[in-house]
């Protein structure tokens, strides 16, 4: 009987991790900024993984998605530049909220909204 314990702990562990690690998170950039200007340029990147170098025109956007590592410390950050205006932010931290600093419920899909007057994130 021991022994059956013991392989159901096991077993419960293994599943607890690869749940854990299978979570897709989903990371959304649209730009609202005036369909006159510049295009919002962007790279994305975390320690593991480059995303690349992205443009999105008004009314435009893109979008990745990832697992969490299994220590739950994934960070992607992206340098935005528009026109002559430069901005680098974390655009995911925390698995609860998308960033540490948003307060909410929790979600798996973080939607940042680009304008003029700056970054919006709706969970």
């Given amino acids: 009987i021991l022994f059956f314990f013991l392989l159901s702990l096991t077993q419960l562990e293994i599943t607890k991790a690869n749940f854990i690690s299978q979570r897709t998170y989903h990371v959304y950039i649209a730009s609202a900024l005036p369909k006159t200007t510049n295009p919002l340029e962007f790279h994305c990147k975390s320690k593991e993984d480059d ?35 430069q901005k680098t ?33 709706a969970n």
């Fill in 51 to 85: 995303l690349g170098i992205h443009k999105l025109l008004s009314g435009q956007s893109w979008n990745f998605s990832f697992h969490e590592n299994i220590i739950r410390s994934t960070l992607f950050y992206c340098n935005f530049g528009w026109g002559s205006k």
């Fill in 89 to 121: 932010f974390n655009v995911f931290d925390d698995a609860i909220t998308c960033i540490k600093q948003a307060k909410g419920d929790q979600t798996d899909i973080c939607y940042w909204l680009v304008k003029s007057d700056g970054f919006y994130l």
